[in-house]
C-alpha cells in the first residue's frame, strides 16, 4: 500500500494528538464538571457520534480516492484461523468477567461512576442516545484505530519483522489513552481489549468481527451504568 501525505496526518492526529491531549486533559471530577454548564447528554452523544461519523467518511473518501485496496482496510469477511478465534474468545471471557466483578462489587463501581455522571447514561432516556454513541464508536473506531492505522504501520514499516506486533501494540495504545477522561484502570482494561481487537482484525482480515464485539461491548457497558445509578438512585 502507497501512503500519501493524508495518512500521515490522520496517523498523526489519531496515533499521537488526540491521545496525548486526551492525557494531558486526564479525568474530570464530578466537581470539576459542575460549573461547566455543560448540554444535555442527548446532544453531547450525538455531537461525538456525528464527529466520528464525519472524520471516519473522510478518511474513508480518500481511501477510495487514492484507489487503495478496500480488504486492507478490513471491508471484507473473515477468514478465520485458531489464533482468531481463541483471541475472540478470550476477549469475551475477559469482558465478562470484568461485568461480573463489577456487580459483584456494585457499591465500589457505582462510587467510582459517580465522577463520570456527566457523561454516562442514568435513565433510559438518556441510553437511548446512548445507543447512538455504541454504534457510531463500534464502527468509525475500529475503521480508524484497526484498519486504518494497522494498515498504515504494516505499509510504514514494510521489512520489519516485528511490524504486525507494532501494528498491533501502537493502535491499541493510542486507543486506550483516548479513553483517559475514565481513569487509569479503563485505560488498562481498555488497552487488553483494544490489543486482542487488533490480532482479531490482524488474523481474520476483516473490521466485521470487530465491529460487531466493539458494539455490543459498548451497549452492555451502557446498560451496566444505566442499572449501577439506578441501583444508587433507589431509597433504600
Not at 72 to 82: A, D, R, Y
Amino acid at each position: 500500500m502507497e501512503l500519501n501525505w493524508f495518512d500521515h496526518i490522520v496517523f498523526l492526529l489519531a496515533g499521537i494528538v488526540f491521545p496525548l491531549f486526551s492525557l494531558s486533559a486526564g479525568r474530570m471530577t464530578s466537581e470539576d464538571t459542575e460549573h461547566l454548564n455543560l448540554p444535555p447528554k442527548k446532544y453531547i452523544y450525538l455531537h461525538n457520534a456525528l464527529m466520528m461519523v464525519t472524520i471516519t467518511l473522510v478518511l474513508v473518501t480518500s481511501w477510495n480516492f487514492t484507489k487503495k485496496p478496500w480488504d486492507l482496510l478490513g471491508f471484507t469477511m473473515p477468514e478465520w484461523s485458531l489464533i482468531a478465534a481463541v483471541c475472540t474468545g478470550f476477549l469475551l471471557v475477559v469482558y465478562m468477567s470484568d461485568l461480573l466483578f463489577t456487580f459483584l462489587n456494585r457499591n465500589k463501581a457505582a462510587e467510582e461512576l459517580d465522577d463520570l455522571s456527566s457523561i454516562i447514561p442514568t435513565n433510559w432516556s438518556e441510553y437511548r442516545y446512548f445507543i447512538s454513541i455504541a454504534f457510531s464508536a463500534g464502527i468509525c473506531e475500529e475503521i480508524i484505530f484497526r484498519g486504518f492505522m494497522i494498515s498504515y504501520i504494516m505499509a510504514f514499516l514494510p521489512s520489519i519483522s516485528w511490524a504486525p506486533a507494532a501494528a498491533i501494540i501502537i493502535p491499541a495504545i493510542s486507543f486506550s489513552i483516548s479513553h483517559m477522561y475514565q481513569g487509569w484502570k479503563a485505560v488498562a482494561k481498555i488497552g487488553i481489549i483494544a490489543c486482542l481487537f487488533g490480532i482479531i482484525f490482524y488474523k481474520t482480515g476483516s473490521l466485521v468481527p470487530v465491529m460487531i464485539i466493539h458494539t455490543i461491548i459498548d451497549l452492555i457497558s451502557g446498560l451496566s451504568f444505566l442499572f449501577l445509578k439506578g441501583k444508587r438512585q433507589i431509597p433504600s
